[in-house]
């Protein structure tokens, strides 16, 4: 990293400095030329601001210069004397006043000279950095980041794109959601964002605090690279996992993000397969439904369908997550999730069913019921449906339903007609029943 003490100690230049002295280890990012009396607008952080002082007329001429400088987070201001006729006082003083290093340049030394040398200076220590950066190809994304702050002299952080902090150098001045979501809205922010490239759905973020200069913007490309790269070794890594597991299962409808959000969502988690939509992890224990809801406004999939198992052997509790999974694609929601032990006995059984057989069974059983309302434009299928969901009681379904008990008993006794059942008996009203929830 070159600093402002760099800069001192090249050779050749003979800068010596005039106030700040306790500020020389500022990062330098690139150098700046101007004659302009307030030149903010064209300034950037960490930029060394050269100067003949033209600008400079009379006391007072200092204070809005070096105050532009200070607000911008200039490095240093390296300035010749006004009119060979040294740098006048109320610079210095402005300088000090806004903490802004100064340093004299010699009258006869030219300002290409200092800018060749610094533009060296500052590729040479791009160059180096990018090697020491490339030397910790191996280490863990937490040692990388170290380095890379070190190098651009800023605090970093590793984003998931479902806004899961990953690491990072300091505090994260905003929530991470809240940064994924200005990215993706591509609306200005106070971080900038370098995207880790990969062959993941579900993309992860470099975030640096501040802007950045070409040759920082290049380096922090090399970052998200080596990241990049850790990213795809660390997810092949086996997760250690006791006997007895919780197997999840996710459905990104419409796309393909299942993997990816299993990874981010349970990061300690064995991920087992994928198929299609569809992706299940076992881990340690039953995740909390919250973290979806964080990242379902982030995703490109038009719903998601997760089914949590009970706590079991591996096997059993996959199996129990796919009829999970296939009993929560049947609930209503943008985010429909289901534990194993919240499914029915009747639900449990009817998930593992195909769509086909589900209506095959629906038109069996229910076939010549369904064709009686569709002729006569009666309810008998809801009648009898609410029949069965209250136990088989005439006195509470005819409660439910707003008709005599005695109506109720009429439309019951023919509709067993049609169906060829007695709906006072148990097994028939088993059958009828998971006939009428196959249609859900």
Same mark, same amino acid.
């Given at each position: 990293?070159?600093?402002?003490?760099?800069?001192?100690?090249?050779?050749?230049?003979?800068?010596?400095?005039?106030?700040?002295?306790?500020?020389?280890?500022?990062?330098?990012?690139? $150098?700046?030329?101007?004659?302009?009396?307030?030149?903010?607008?064209?300034?950037?952080?960490?930029?060394?601001?050269?100067?003949?002082?033209?600008?400079?007329?009379? /006391?007072?001429?200092?204070? /809005?210069?070096?105050?532009?400088?200070?607000?911008?987070?200039?490095?240093?201001?390296?300035?010749?004397?006004?009119?060979?006729?040294? $740098? @006048?006082?109320?610079?210095?003083?402005?300088?000090?006043?806004?903490?802004?290093?100064?340093?004299?340049?010699?009258?006869?030394?030219?300002?290409?000279?200092?800018?060749?040398?610094?533009? &060296?200076?500052?590729?040479?220590?791009?160059?180096?950095?990018?090697?020491?950066?490339?030397?910790?190809?191996?280490?863990?994304?937490?040692?990388?980041?170290?380095?890379?702050?070190?190098?651009?002299?800023?605090?970093?952080?590793?984003?998931?794109?479902?806004?899961?902090?990953?690491?990072?150098?300091?505090?994260? @001045?905003?929530?991470?959601?809240?940064?994924?979501?200005?990215?993706?809205?591509?609306? @200005?922010?106070?971080?900038?964002?370098? /995207?880790?490239?990969?062959?993941?759905?579900?993309?992860?973020? $470099?975030?640096?605090?501040?802007?950045?200069?070409?040759?920082?913007?290049?380096?922090?490309?090399?970052?998200?690279?080596?990241?990049?790269?850790?990213?795809?070794?660390?997810?092949? &890594?086996?997760?250690?996992?006791?006997?007895?597991?919780?197997?999840?299962?996710?459905?990104?409808?419409?796309?393909?993000?299942?993997?990816?959000?299993?990874?981010?969502?349970?990061?300690?988690?064995?991920?087992?397969?994928?198929?299609?939509?569809?992706?299940?992890?076992?881990?340690?224990?039953? /995740?909390?439904?919250?973290?979806?809801?964080?990242?379902?406004?982030? &995703?490109?999939?038009?719903? $998601?369908?997760?089914?949590?198992?009970?706590?079991?052997?591996?096997?059993?509790?996959?199996?129990?997550?796919?009829?999970?999974?296939?009993?929560?694609?049947?609930?209503?929601?943008?985010?429909?999730?289901?534990?194993?032990?919240?499914?029915?006995?009747?639900?449990?059984?009817?998930?593992?069913?195909?769509?086909?057989?589900?209506?095959?069974?629906?038109?069996?059983?229910?076939?010549?019921?369904?064709?009686?309302?569709?002729?006569?434009?009666?309810?008998?299928?809801?009648?009898?449906?609410?029949?069965?969901?209250?136990?088989?009681?005439?006195?509470?379904?005819?409660?439910?339903?707003?008709?005599?008990?005695?109506?109720?008993?009429?439309?019951?006794?023919?509709?067993?007609?049609?169906?060829?059942?007695? &709906?006072?008996?148990?097994?028939?009203?088993?059958?009828?029943?998971?006939?009428?929830?196959?249609?859900?």
């Amino acid at each position: 990293m070159t600093t402002v003490k760099t800069l001192l100690g090249l050779p050749g230049l003979r800068l010596r400095p005039r106030a700040g002295t306790d500020l020389l280890d500022r990062p330098v990012t690139r $150098i700046y030329v101007t004659e302009l009396s307030d030149p903010g607008r064209y300034l950037s952080a960490g930029e060394l601001v050269l100067s003949g002082l033209l600008w400079w007329h009379a /006391p007072g001429d200092a204070e /809005p210069f070096v105050a532009a400088l200070a607000r911008a987070g200039a490095a240093a201001l390296a300035a010749s004397g006004a009119d060979s006729g040294g $740098i @006048p006082d109320d610079v210095v003083d402005a300088c000090v006043r806004h903490r802004i290093p100064l340093l004299e340049v010699p009258d006869d030394l030219s300002f290409s000279v200092i800018t060749e040398q610094v533009v &060296l200076a500052l590729a040479a220590a791009s160059d180096s950095a990018r090697k020491r950066l490339q030397a910790a190809a191996e280490a863990p994304v937490e040692t990388l980041l170290d380095r890379a702050a070190a190098e651009l002299g800023l605090p970093c952080w590793v984003l998931s794109g479902l806004g899961r902090l990953i690491a990072g150098t300091a505090p994260l @001045p905003m929530p991470a959601e809240d940064v994924v979501r200005r990215h993706a809205a591509r609306e @200005p922010g106070p971080l900038t964002l370098v /995207p880790v490239e990969g062959r993941h759905a579900v993309p992860w973020l $470099i975030a640096v605090g501040g802007p950045l200069s070409t040759a920082q913007a290049e380096l922090a490309e090399e970052v998200a690279g080596l990241v990049g790269v850790t990213r795809a070794r660390e997810s092949r &890594l086996e997760v250690a996992l006791p006997e007895e597991v919780c197997v999840v299962g996710l459905r990104t409808e419409g796309s393909d993000e299942s993997r990816d959000v299993l990874s981010e969502w349970l990061p300690d988690a064995l991920l087992l397969e994928t198929a299609g939509e569809t992706s299940y992890a076992a881990t340690a224990r039953p /995740p909390s439904p919250a973290g979806l809801s964080i990242v379902e406004p982030l &995703l490109r999939a038009k719903r $998601i369908v997760c089914g949590v198992s009970d706590p079991g052997p591996r096997d059993e509790a996959a199996e129990s997550a796919r009829y999970a999974v296939a009993a929560a694609a049947r609930r209503t929601g943008r985010v429909a999730v289901v534990p194993a032990g919240d499914v029915d006995v009747h639900e449990l059984l009817l998930a593992g069913a195909p769509d086909g057989v589900r209506a095959a069974l629906r038109r069996r059983v229910l076939g010549p019921l369904l064709a009686y309302d569709a002729e006569q434009h009666t309810d008998l299928v809801h009648t009898v449906r609410v029949f069965l969901e209250c136990s088989g009681s005439p006195t509470r379904a005819a409660k439910a339903l707003h008709v005599h008990v005695n109506t109720l008993r009429y439309r019951i006794g023919r509709a067993g007609e049609l169906l060829g059942a007695d &709906l006072t008996e148990f097994t028939d009203q088993l059958d009828v029943y998971l006939a009428l929830r196959a249609g859900d």
